[in-house]
């Protein structure tokens, strides 16, 4: 059973910076590709960034030059850096990995951009 586990979530400023992980339990460069989403209360859950096995991105509108994806095979993991951040990010965020046709996905973790 493949599993996902997020950590990073919490608290911040507008304006202030958070760093999402995600760990898998199986190695990274298993997966077809990796993302993370988030769902805010109320609204749908969307795609925030994605990266494919080759290193490629790809970004939402909404996050673009603010958010980071990145993977660390020496840590097994898959980060979000995210900046500069503003009020309409708050939401739970999700780590998804995809493996053929399969979806695999994390607990998710909480950010809350307040005042």
């Known amino acids: 059973q493949v599993q996902l586990v997020e950590s990073g979530g919490g608290l911040v400023q507008p304006g202030g910076s958070l760093r999402l992980s995600c760990a898998p339990s199986?190695?990274?460069?298993?997966?077809?590709?990796m993302g993370w989403y988030r769902q805010a209360p109320g609204k749908q859950r969307e795609l925030v960034a994605i990266m494919f096995s080759f290193g490629t991105t790809t970004y939402a509108d909404s996050v673009k030059g603010r958010f980071t994806i990145s993977r660390d095979s020496a840590q097994n993991t898959v980060a979000l850096e995210m900046n500069s951040l503003k009020p309409e990010d708050t939401g739970v965020y999700y780590c998804r990995g995809m493996i053929r046709n399969s979806a695999y996905w994390g607990q998710g973790t909480q950010v809350t951009v307040s005042s």
């Open positions: 199986v190695n990274i460069f298993r997966f077809n590709n």
